[in-house]
């Protein structure tokens, strides 16, 4: 499975691909929100090893579906307004980079994702304890080069040839520069 790193670089090509730029001044900050979003679906690995003491117990279920990207794109835009009103994210920005990691999963694994969930639940059958995951976390990030190279080239080819998948998700808002065109339209006195 494409593990922490991958996602963050998928997501990370998906930002790059949707066109919207978040004005978030830290180059940082917008980074590990992509990072936090693009890895948000396997939070039910966390869910599983806290409540279980098993990873998979949970995985690859709700949280791994077209429902969950879409509500929690929702909530992480509003939360990103509530917490500062000058770096507002987008809705579909946020969901974009959810839905990477569910299509990542889905396209670049043999186990299926639930990706109409409820209509459909598929859960992970492997047995994953802490120690599995830790390592696989720690150590396995170099089964996925290929798919880090993979959304480097992306986001190469997406600067170099200005691809833009969602442009038209993105409206320019519109801007009031002219006073005086506005108090044009007054009425005279
Ligand atoms: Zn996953």
Redesign the pocket.
């Known amino acids: 499975?494409p593990l922490p790193l991958a996602h963050a670089a998928l997501g990370l090509a998906a930002h790059e691909l949707s066109g919207e730029n978040p004005p978030i001044h830290s180059p940082w900050r917008k980074l590990a929100l992509i990072g936090l979003l693009a890895n948000l679906?396997?939070i039910d690995v966390v869910i599983g090893l806290l409540l279980q003491g098993d990873g998979s117990v949970y995985h690859?279920g709700p949280t791994?579906g077209l429902l969950f990207a879409l509500g929690m794109g929702w909530l992480a835009s509003r939360l990103c307004r509530w917490w500062s009103r000058t770096a507002s994210v987008s809705f579909i920005w946020c969901a974009s980079i959810i839905l990477s990691?569910i299509l990542a999963?889905a396209l670049f694994t043999s186990a299926p994702v639930s990706f109409l969930w409820p209509f459909e639940v598929h859960w992970s059958r492997e047995h994953c304890g802490w120690l599995d995951v830790i390592d696989s976390v720690l150590l396995g990030s170099w089964s996925d080069m290929g798919l880090i190279f993979g959304a480097g080239l992306v986001i190469l080819f997406s600067r170099v040839l200005r691809l833009r998948v969602l442009p038209y998700l993105h409206p320019r808002p519109v801007r009031l520069t002219s006073r005086s065109g506005l108090d044009s339209k007054k009425p005279g006195p």
């Open positions: 499975m679906p396997d690859r791994h990691h999963d």
